[in-house]
C-alpha cells in the first residue's frame, strides 16, 4: 500500500522575498508587509496567482518584497494598471497598495473611480499622513494645524477622509487597520481579498521618521465597538463619527463586481474601417 504525499500547507515566508527592505527602522510598513504575506498564506493562495501592484512613495516599495508577480509604476496610478490588470485576468488576485498621498493626492481621481467600477481587487492605503519619501510634506490627510518645516503652522485645509469619500463612491468592503496589530490587520485583510469587488482597506502605518509622534497611535487605536454593516446609511454615520482610531470592517455591501467579457476576438482595423464607412 502507497501513501500519497500530502502537500504542506504554504506558510507567510513562501511570499517573502529576498531583497531586504530598506524602509527606515520601526517604521509602519514593515509590519503591514507580514499581514499581507500572512494573509495570503491563510488563504492558501500561492505566489505565482497573485499581482501586488503599486505607484510611487516607500509604502509603494511592497511589490519588491513579496514572492509574488509585480509591478512598481508611477506615481498615482497604481490602480490605474491595477484595475486593468484584473479586469485582463480575471484568474489572478490583485492586490494594489501604496500610501496616501500616492493615492488620495496624485492618484485621488482613480480612488473615486475604482470605488466606483467595483473591481474585484483589494486597495491598501498605508496611511502615515504624510509624504514619507520626499521628506515629509503634508499629505490629504495631515492634520490641519501639523507644524513642520515645510508647513509652519499648519496648511489649515480640511483633511480628505478616505473611508466616507470611498463609501460615497461605491467600495464594496471597507474597513481600518493599525499596522501595530498584524494578526489583526492579515484577519482583515483574509476578509478583504474573499470578498467580491472593490475593497478598501485602510491601515494606520505609522512614518517614524517624519511624523514621530505617530508611535503614539497603538494608544489611540481600538476595536471598533460596532459589527460590520450592510447599510450605507449606517456605515456612513459610524465612519463620520468616529475620531480616525476605530479599527475594524466598518462596511460590507454586496455589490456585483464589475468584469466586462475577456478573450474576445481582436478586430483587425480594416474590419474596423469597414464598420465605420458610410
Ligand atoms: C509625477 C510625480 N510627482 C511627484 C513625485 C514625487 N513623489 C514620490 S513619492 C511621493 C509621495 C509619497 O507619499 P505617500 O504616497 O504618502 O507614501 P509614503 O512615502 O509616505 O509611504 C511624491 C510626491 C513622483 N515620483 N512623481
Ligand atoms: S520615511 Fe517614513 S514612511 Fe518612509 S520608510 Fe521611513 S518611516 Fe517609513
Known amino acids: 500500500m502507497t501513501t500519497a504525499a500530502v502537500a504542506a500547507p504554504i506558510t507567510a515566508q513562501a511570499f517573502k522575498a529576498d531583497y531586504k527592505p530598506i524602509w ?49 509604476g508611477v506615481h498615482g496610478r497604481a490602480l490605474a494598471a491595477g484595475t ?52 515629509g510634506q503634508p499629505s490629504p490627510t495631515t492634520e490641519p494645524d501639523w507644524d513642520s518645516k515645510l508647513s509652519p503652522g499648519g496648511t489649515g485645509l480640511r483633511t480628505f477622509h478616505p473611508l466616507v469619500i470611498a463609501l460615497a463612491a461605491g467600495a ?9 496589530d498584524p494578526n489583526g490587520t492579515a484577519q482583515i485583510l483574509v476578509e478583504a481579498i474573499r470578498t467580491p469587488g472593490f475593497s478598501f482597506v485602510e491601515i494606520l502605518s505609522p512614518c517614524v521618521t517624519f511624523r514621530p509622534e505617530q508611535r503614539d497611535w497603538k494608544s489611540q ?28 470592517v466598518l462596511y460590507k455591501g454586496a455589490r456585483k463586481p464589475y468584469q466586462p467579457p475577456v478573450g474576445m476576438d ?10 465605420f464607412t458610410i
Not at 505607484?55 to 509591478?71: E, K, L, Q, V
Not at 464594496?172 to 501595530?180: D, K, L
Not at 459610524?238 to 482610531?245: E, K, L, Q, S
Not at 481582436?266 to 464598420?275: N, V
Open 221 to 248: 487605536v481600538r476595536p471598533a465597538p460596532v459589527a460590520p454593516t450592510d447599510d450605507p446609511a449606517r456605515a456612513a454615520r459610524r465612519i463620520m463619527t468616529d475620531d480616525g482610531f476605530n479599527i475594524g
Open 172 to 180: 464594496n468592503f471597507i474597513a481600518r487597520a493599525f499596522s501595530g
Open 24 to 72: 527606515c527602522p520601526g517604521c509602519g510598513d514593515y509590519s503591514v508587509l507580514a499581514s499581507v504575506n500572512k494573509a495570503f498564506a491563510i488563504l492558501e493562495l500561492r505566489p505565482e496567482n497573485i499581482a501586488v501592484v503599486s505607484g510611487i512613495g516607500c509604502s509603494s516599495r511592497i511589490p519588491a518584497y513579496t514572492t509574488c508577480y509585480g509591478f512598481h
Open 266 to 275: 481582436a478586430k483587425r482595423p480594416t474590419d474596423l474601417e469597414a464598420e
Open 84 to 135: 486593468g490588470l484584473k479586469v485582463a485576468r480575471p484568474d489572478l488576485t490583485v492586490l494594489v497598495a501604496g500610501g496616501d498621498g500616492d493615492g488620495y493626492s496624485i492618484g485621488g481621481n482613480h480612488f473615486l473611480h475604482a470605488c466606483r467600477r467595483n473591481v474585484d481587487l483589494t486597495y491598501v492605503v498605508m496611511d502615515n499622513h504624510v509624504y514619507g519619501m520626499t521628506k
